[in-house]
């Protein structure tokens, strides 16, 4: 009976991410195009940022997001960390949450849900530990536990048993839960990245 109804629970789920990304599309569609002709115009082509990451079970999918950072420099130029590369919209965008947007289009196509586990890039995989990889048994979400929390104001470890605490104790209700505080963060412009760091250092396993 409790299997069944956790199907239940994740078909509603699933098709609550159809509804309301359909309807956040359709209504955030001029602010999108607004935001497409600002990079455009401050950046240059492409608008779009693609890149792989992790999904449901460790399935790979290409990630969707408005660009923040201008292109890397000839290989024969002294490279550009991340922080500056970043360039001034890029910084509004990433503190308004604004550069996901396009992740909404990953949501209709089942790559992402609503809410879950933030997907990490596939050269992390052999890096988790097996209590960590459990992150994968809920589909990624577009807001997730650990934005909820603190965002990159936390240490990679306290991210993860964010997200291993929401799978052991996922539920409907959950979701809504996580949703509402992780719109809270965004909207007090709240750990928008660790410090020095454009977002977050990269993930490294701990030295034993």
Known sequence: ?????????RAVKRGVDVVVASIALLVLSPLMALV????VVT????VLFRHRRLGLGG??????????????????DAPLDDERRITR????????????????VNVLRGDLSLVGPRPLLPEYRELYTPEQWRRHEMPPGMAGPALAAGRN?????????ADVAYVEHWSLWLDAKVLALSIWRV??????????HATMPR???PRE
Not at 43 to 46: A, S, T
Not at 89 to 104: F, K, S, W, Y
Not at 153 to 161: C, M, R, V, Y
């Open 1 to 9: 009976m409790a299997a069944q109804r956790h199907r239940v629970q």
């Open 36 to 39: 497409a002709g600002a990079i």
């Open 43 to 46: 950046m240059g082509p492409p």
């Open 59 to 76: 399935r790979e999918f290409t990630l969707l997001k408005f660009r923040t950072m201008r292109g890397r420099p000839p290989a024969a």
């Open 89 to 104: 919209l890029g910084r509004l965008l990433r503190a308004l949450t604004l550069d996901e947007l396009p992740e909404l």
């Open 153 to 161: 104001a936390l240490s990679w470890e306290d991210k993860f048993a």
């Open 187 to 196: 909207l007090r412009r709240e750990g928008v990245s660790a410090e020095g």
């Open 203 to 205: 993930f490294e396993r």
